[in-house]
């Protein structure tokens, strides 16, 4: 996922618009697989400004997750701020500003990060997502099971013997 700057380094413009679509790679995240259900859409603008070029632009995309409940994959649409720096001259003192060494700039970490730092922490195909049977392991999602509701843990059922007199 490669963005030829070569015109802002070189000085013939200070800006750059850029509106590009990318096929993500699978990122692996706390041992889950999130994949990209469509291509990735970036749009915005490289703007130059003395050594530092700065991008300020959307990302777009639609990411397969699983659902922590019922564990059925589900479509997460995301559009996610970008706002990144970058420079050719190594900057030791801001750690904001990330390093180029061509006229090209990789956006594969930089969407990597920003997937992740914008996945929630519980990932849910619903609201009303009903999860699964703890007994038998159904979807009570899609059918209802027979199971026996047994909410006691077995630990602390003389307690509630206690306190049903």
Known sequence: ???????????????????????????????????????INIKGIFSMIGDIISFDGVMVTTLKLVCSRCLEEFNYPVEIEIH????????????DIITMKSDEIDFSPIIENNVILSLPIKKLCSEECLGLCPVCGTNLNHSKC????????????????????
């Open 84 to 95: 990144e720096k970058f420079s050719k001259i190594g900057n030791d003192e801001e750690n």
């Open 146 to 165: 027979n199971c026996e509701k047994n909410d006691v843990d077995p630990r602390l059922a003389k307690l509630k013997d206690f306190f049903s007199n």
């Open 1 to 39: 996922m490669l963005v030829n700057i070569s015109d802002l380094t070189g000085k013939k413009v200070n800006q750059k618009e850029i509106n590009m679509f990318f096929e993500g790679e699978n990122i692996i995240f706390d041992q889950e697989e999130i994949e990209f259900a469509e291509p």
